[in-house]
């Protein structure tokens, strides 16, 4: 199906170890971005990437990493999850007039 | 770098009454701007946009915002609400088309609509 895709849906893990969300889509935008979603912060920005293999820093990029080596996949990876990462992560992409299309989240819990 | 200030993080109302969330960004610079809405357990969709012309900007479910380029604003509106309107509304402004070294959208905290039957 057309759109934009996320996976797992769910996630529990422990501090300290790595943690990878995956996000998919269909379009072949050229944006793609990853957001945090916390209670009185409402979505802040991690990366974002402009094209394969052109990455940029957000507003809370420290303890992320991402890759984009296809246009339709940007990953999103906590290489050692801490508590603060308890969060739920949109990734989204942007097409025409600038419109960003998001996917349905992913729940990160790092106990 | 623009910004944008959601005045009300929570607005209870009335079934059939009307309703307001208010906007305001921090550039009066040719921007864009936009309302999304998120449903609980869901991400975020578009609601309206308004990128240039007509400062009154019609969208999905009734809803409408008026552009205000003086006052820097971009309040939703909606005349009659519905149960099914309860989510979260977030306001968003970019200053240009995004291109590499711009600003990506930026967005509001978010304003919680709780209709009350």
């Known amino acids: 199906d057309a759109g934009i895709t996320q996976s797992p849906r769910y996630k529990i893990t422990e501090t300290g170890r790595q943690v990878t969300l995956m996000c998919h889509q269909t379009?072949?935008?050229?944006?793609m971005f990853w957001y945090r979603q916390d209670l009185g912060h409402g979505l802040r920005l991690i990366y974002y990437?402009?094209?394969?293999?052109?990455?940029d820093k957000g507003e809370v990029p420290d303890g992320y990493v991402v890759s984009r080596s296809k246009t339709e996949n940007f990953p999103l990876t906590l290489e050692s999850a801490t508590r603060s990462q308890t969060s739920v992560y949109f990734c989204?992409?942007?097409?025409?007039?600038?419109?960003?299309?998001f996917g349905p989240g992913t729940r990160l819990l790092v106990l | 770098a623009q910004s944008v200030t959601q005045l009300d993080s929570q607005v209870p109302v009335f079934e059939e009454a009307p309703v307001e969330l208010r906007c305001n960004y921090s550039?009066?610079?040719?921007?864009?701007l936009f309302w999304y809405v998120q449903y609980p357990n869901q991400g975020l969709q578009l609601l309206l946009k308004?990128?240039?012309?007509?400062?009154l900007v019609k969208g999905i479910n009734g809803f409408e915002a008026e552009f205000n380029k003086s006052q820097t604003s971009f309040h939703l509106r909606k005349p009659s609400v519905h149960i099914s309107d309860t989510a979260e509304y977030f306001c968003?402004?970019?200053?240009?088309?995004?291109?590499?070294?711009?600003?990506?959208?930026?967005f509001g905290k978010g304003t919680r609509l709780s209709v009350i039957a």
């Open positions: 989204a992409s942007q097409g025409f007039q600038e419109t960003q299309y």
């Open positions: 379009w072949s935008h050229s944006y």
């Open positions: 990437s402009a094209a394969a293999d052109i990455t």
């Open positions: 550039s009066s610079v040719s921007v864009y």
């Open positions: 308004y990128l240039s012309g007509s400062t």
């Open positions: 968003a402004v970019s200053d240009l088309p995004l291109r590499s070294g711009n600003t990506p959208l930026v």
